[in-house]
């Protein structure tokens, strides 16, 4: 337990974060005391019951070149403020664990945001990487990541339209099994085969209503996500794609993905459907071709079906494939990730995106934690390295990355691809510089005023049955922010 003392509210999410970052699940209990309280920044840390007490008026006194106290622009002294307490914090626990993290006090999901940011100021890339060593305390090495990402995503991105322009997800929320660490929106396609229709009828009216607000925008891409599309049957595969295609203008799209995600879900005629309805890219994901990790993580399917798959999708004439792995499973170490690698790069997929294990507070496996914590290996960061330079060795080049909260070391998960085959949806949608229509259960819209530098979320809710009995409200919801916040707030698109 992490007993936190604050004299002021607006800092704790940021507390909680840099704790986190470095003790990992520890609960963690917030007090507010007056602000008079003389509480200097403090933390004892080599009792199992950990206690911080923080003022943030004894922050400022004690910091910093950084935070200007006259400063009259509330939201970048609130900036600038966050970032010396949390490097206040980072050094104090730094020192007292003696341990460094790759990010600094970067505890957001989008490190490479920074460095695009500045590349299209017109900043250098050394000075982009002096900035974030300096004020987030990033590694050299993760600094220069971010930058060379961000100049591959500018590359890519400045032959594309993307401000007058939106992209389409899509979620189908059905898994063959859910996986030990999952956390996303993912029901049992057999325990609840019958609501796929009810789904469908609902996603179709979604579906309809809401292309009628994007009349006239260009589309740039579509990704039906999930869960886990290829749990539908290549006739409802089909019907869905059709629906789409009636609704929303494809002759502008560059990109069309379908995550078949789960070799237990693909079959050749769903395949077949999904090359006759022009899907470009789809993926085939292993997260490892070691067949113990697989039966441990829940995964209900062998080595060998994903060899299946991927030759099938070759001879359906698939020729954009992406490989998802996971760094860190239980069980596995870096010998078990060099087989998988060799495995994987031999299969020759033009994508894999190397994730690191999050603990996810709803996953399985952060809730049964003492079962596993001993399989869990002490060195992922080692083996994340060893991915990056073989992958790299084999002609793959990383192209975009993004955090999750609670990743194993403060790590990453970073896509990697042959020149020329990255995936656009996956740069719009991780650097938040597009508009996307999210449509299905526990999908989220994300609405871009790039006057303001601001984006709306614009949720839908997770639960499959909410969805089917709620689905207009759900339309309602979105028509509304678009006819009337939307429709102001943002000259360039709307
Ligand atoms: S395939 Fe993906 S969405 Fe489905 S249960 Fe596994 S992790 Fe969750």
């Known amino acids: 337990m992490f007993k936190v003392y604050l004299s ?43 206690e911080l007490r923080l003022c943030y008026d004894n922050m400022a006194d004690s910091s910093d070149k950084e935070v200007s106290i006259n400063e009259t622009d509330e939201l970048l002294y609130k900036a600038a403020y966050k970032n010396v307490l949390k490097k206040e914090l980072y050094n104090m626990f730094s020192k007292a664990l003696g341990k460094t993290l790759p990010w600094g006090t970067l505890t957001g999901i989008r490190p490479s945001k920074i460095a695009l940011t500045r590349i299209e100021q017109g900043i250098s890339k050394e000075d982009i990487i002096e900035f974030m060593k300096d004020t987030y305390l990033c590694s050299l090495e993760r600094a220069e990541l971010a930058c060379d990402i961000a100049l591959k995503e500018y590359g890519i991105l400045k032959d594309i339209d993307y401000k007058n322009g939106y992209s389409l997800y899509v979620g189908i929320p059905f898994c063959p099994t859910r996986c030990l660490y999952c956390s996303f929106t993912s029901y049992p396609a057999d325990s609840y085969k019958d609501y796929v229709e009810p789904y469908l ?33 290549a006739g409802q595969l089909k019907s869905l794609i059709d629906k789409l295609k009636e609704c929303f203008d494809f002759s502008t799209v560059r990109e069309f993905t379908v995550e078949a995600g789960r070799p237990d879900s693909i079959t050749m005629d769903k395949l077949k459907v999904l090359k006759e309805c022009k899907v470009d890219r789809i993926s085939i994901n292993p997260q490892t071709m070691c067949q113990s990790t697989l039966d441990i993580i829940g995964r209900k399917h062998t080595v060998s079906d994903i060899y299946d798959a991927c030759n099938m999708a070759e001879e359906a004439g698939h020729k ?29 997929p033009a994508n894999v995106t190397v994730h690191t294990l999050a603990m996810k507070r709803t996953s399985n496996l952060t809730m049964n934690i003492d079962k596993y914590k001993d399989m869990l290996s002490e060195h992922v960061s080692d083996a994340v390295e060893y991915a990056k ?51 299905g259960a526990g999908a989220v819209c994300k609405f871009v005023d790039y006057k303001n530098k601001t984006i709306t979320r614009v949720d839908n809710v997770k639960s499959i049955n909410d969805y089917i009995t709620r689905i207009d409200d759900m339309i309602e919801k979105k028509s509304n922010f678009l006819l009337k916040e939307g429709a102001n707030y943002d000259e360039i698109f709307w």
Request: a negative charge.
């Open 201 to 233: 009828g609902a996603l179709f009216k979604e579906i309809e209503q809401t292309s009628k607000l994007f009349k006239n925008k260009t589309l740039t891409s579509v990704y039906i996500g999930g869960g886990t599309p290829t749990t539908l049957s």
């Open 389 to 439: 330079n073989y992958l790299c060795e084999y002609g793959y080049e990383p192209y975009y990355l993004y955090r999750q909260k609670n990743m194993t070391d403060n790590l990453e998960n970073i896509g990697y691809s042959k020149v020329g085959k990255e995936g656009i949806y996956n740069i719009l949608i991780m650097e938040e510089i597009q508009n996307i229509l999210a449509l």
């Open 320 to 348: 954009v494939i992406n490989m998802d792995l996971i760094v860190g499973l239980p069980g596995e170490d870096t010998e078990v990730l060099k087989d998988t690698l060799e495995k994987i790069v031999k299969l020759d």
């Open 8 to 50: 002021c509210k607006d800092y704790e999410y940021d507390v909680r974060s840099m704790i986190q970052a470095f003790f990992g699940n520890l609960k963690i209990e917030a007090d507010y005391v007056d602000n008079s309280a003389d509480y200097n920044l403090y933390a004892q840390t080599s009792c199992s019951n950990i």
